[in-house]
């Protein structure tokens, strides 16, 4: 029986979901900023239906919260996204040229660090 044998491992390959010819599943803060917003959205619309009494007026004021929720988060996130990984490109250019002048005359030591 080959189809039961244990060492033969299948992988499926998960398909997320394609919006616009790109998988959103793979988008950097996408699901985030998504579900702060549809949180903060539906939290501050059922909140104002409360004090006012008023469904169109919330259901306005959801989807305006939603909107400027989701926006904000997504600036944030992907500024912090940016700056990582422009530390990280500058890690790895420092490892690669450690790597490349490792026992080389131009060689730098590495600083001892003191505690105080």
Same mark, same amino acid.
């Given at each position: 029986? +080959? %189809? ?5 491992? +299948?992988?499926? +390959?998960?398909?997320?979901? /394609? ?5 959103? @599943?793979? /988008?950097?803060? $996408? ?5 702060? %917003?549809? %949180? #903060?959205?539906? @939290?501050? %619309?059922? #909140?104002? $239906?409360?004090?006012? @009494? ?10 305006? @919260? $939603?909107?400027? /929720? =989701?926006?904000?988060?997504?600036? *944030? ?6 700056? *990582?990984? $422009?530390e990280m490109l500058k890690v790895q250019e420092l490892l690669r *040229? ?5 026992? =080389? ?12």
């Open positions: 029986m +080959e %189809g039961n044998d244990p060492s033969r491992i +299948e992988m499926k +390959e998960d398909k997320g979901f /394609i919006l616009f010819g790109r998988d959103i @599943s793979k /988008i950097p803060c $996408f699901r985030n900023s998504l579900l702060y %917003g549809m %949180g #903060g959205g539906i @939290s501050l %619309g059922l #909140g104002h $239906f409360m004090f006012n @009494s008023r469904p169109l007026k919330a259901c306005n004021f959801a989807v305006y @919260s $939603f909107s400027l /929720i =989701t926006l904000a988060y997504w600036i *944030q996130c992907r500024y912090n996204y940016s700056v *990582q990984k $422009f *040229q450690n790597a490349l002048y490792e026992g =080389t005359p131009k060689d730098k030591p590495v600083p001892e660090v003191m505690d105080v």
